[in-house]
C-alpha cells in the first residue's frame, strides 16, 4: 500500500529518527562508506572505540578532527530544513539522531535528541571533564593526519571527542526520552538508517508495537513487513520536501 502523505498532516506526534543518510546529501560520509587516507585500512568500528584510542589517540582524534573539519564545512541540505519545517507545522515532533553533526541544529531544529553524541562535545579521556567551549580545529584538520589530542585542563589527561564508542552507553536521559517519544507518537519516519547499530535500532520497532505508522526513507529500500510500515526509495533531500509539498501544498 501506498503511504498517504496527508497522514503528516494529520499526525498528532511525529518522530524523526535519522542516521548517516540524512547527511550524505550534506557531502558527510555515511559509518557504511569505506575509508580513505591514513584510516583506510581500518573499520570504523575500531576507530570508533576506546581500545582504538588508548592504543593510538593521535591516530582517533586525527580522525575525529578530519570529520568535524568536514561538518564545519558542510551545510543543512533539503532533507534537513524539511525537518525544521515540519516540526513548524505539526501539534508535537521529537527529533532523535544518531548522527553526530550539528546540521539539524543549523537548519533551524531544536531539543534535539543525539542517541551517539556530539562531535563538538569533547571531555577528557581520564576524567570525563567536559572540555567546556567548542575547541578550535587545528590549522590543516581537513587533510587527513594525525593529531596529538589536546590535554585535560583539569588532570592532564588527553581529551577524547563527544561521541559514543562501541561498548559505550548511551547517554540515558537522551535514550529514554527517545524510547518515550517513539512508544507515543502515531506516525515515525525513520531517514537514512541502516538500522544495524543498537540499541537505536529498536526506536521504530518500539513505535510499531504501540500502533504507529513507520514510514522507512532511504535509497536501499529496506523490506515493510508490517501493514502499518512503509517503504520510500530514494534520496532522503528529494522525497522529504516532495513529501511536505503532497501534504501541506
Ligand atoms: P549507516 O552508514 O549505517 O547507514 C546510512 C544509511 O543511509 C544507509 O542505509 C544508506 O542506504 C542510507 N542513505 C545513503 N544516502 C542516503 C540519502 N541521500 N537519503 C537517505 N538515506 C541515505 O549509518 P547509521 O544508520 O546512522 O554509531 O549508523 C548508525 C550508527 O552506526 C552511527 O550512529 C554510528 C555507526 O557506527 C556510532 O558512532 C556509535
Known amino acids: 500500500m501506498r503511504f498517504n502523505p496527508r497522514l503528516l498532516a494529520s499526525a498528532r506526534h511525529?518522530?524523526?529518527?535519522?542516521?548517516?543518510?540524512v547527511s550524505a546529501e550534506s557531502g558527510i560520509a555515511t559509518f557504511?562508506?569505506?575509508?580513505?587516507?591514513?584510516?583506510?585500512?581500518?573499520?570504523?568500528?575500531?576507530?570508533?572505540?576506546?581500545?582504538?584510542?588508548?592504543?593510538d589517540p593521535a591516530l582517533i582524534w586525527?580522525?575525529?578532527?578530519?570529520r568535524r573539519a568536514g561538518i564545519a564545512q558542510a551545510q543543512p541540505n533539503p532533507?534537513?530544513?524539511?525537518?525544521?519545517?515540519?516540526?513548524?507545522?505539526?501539534?508535537?515532533?521529537?527529533?532523535?539522531?544518531q548522527n553526530v553533526d550539528d546540521l539539524h541544529e543549523r537548519a533551524g531544529s531544536a531539543d534535539v535528541l543525539h542517541l551517539h553524541g556530539q562531535l563538538d562535545a569533547a571531555r577528557c579521556f581520564d576524567c570525563a571533564r567536559p572540555a567546556g567551549a567548542?575547541?578550535?580545529?587545528?590549522?590543516?584538520?581537513?587533510?587527513?593526519?594525525?593529531?596529538?589530542?589536546?590535554?585535560?585542563?583539569?588532570?592532564?589527561?588527553?581529551?577524547r571527542p563527544g561521541v559514543v564508542w562501541f561498548g559505550e552507553n548511551l547517554p540515558e536521559q537522551a535514550l529514554s526520552q527517545a524510547f518515550l517519544a517513539a512508544a507515543d507518537c502515531d506516525l515515525l519516519l525513520s531517514i537514512g538508517?541502516?538500522?544495524?547499530v543498537q540499541p537505536a535500532?529498536?526506536?521504530?520497532?518500539?513505535?510499531?508495537?504501540?500502533?504507529?505508522?513507520?514510514?522507512?526513507?532511504?535509497?536501499?529500500?529496506?523490506?515493510?513487513?508490517?501493514a502499518r510500515e512503509?517503504?520510500?526509495a530514494g534520496k532522503a533531500g528529494e522525497l522529504l520536501p516532495q513529501l511536505l509539498r503532497e501534504a501541506f501544498g
Open 14 to 21: 511525529i518522530v524523526v529518527f535519522t542516521g548517516a543518510g
Open 32 to 55: 557504511r562508506d569505506k575509508l580513505t587516507g591514513l584510516w583506510e585500512r581500518f573499520d570504523p568500528a575500531e576507530l570508533a572505540s576506546a581500545e582504538g584510542f588508548r592504543r
Open 79 to 97: 532533507a534537513h530544513l524539511a525537518i525544521a519545517e515540519l516540526a513548524q507545522r505539526v501539534p508535537k515532533l521529537t527529533l532523535v539522531t
Open 230 to 232: 512503509f517503504a520510500l
Open 62 to 66: 586525527g580522525w575525529y578532527e578530519m
Open 193 to 196: 538508517t541502516s538500522g544495524v
Open 201 to 226: 535500532a529498536m526506536i521504530p520497532g518500539v513505535a510499531l508495537e504501540a500502533g504507529a505508522r513507520v514510514v522507512h526513507i532511504n535509497p536501499q529500500v529496506t523490506g515493510a513487513g508490517h
Open 134 to 159: 567548542v575547541l578550535e580545529l587545528p590549522e590543516g584538520a581537513g587533510d587527513g593526519k594525525r593529531i596529538e589530542p589536546p590535554l585535560c585542563s583539569a588532570c592532564g589527561g588527553p581529551l
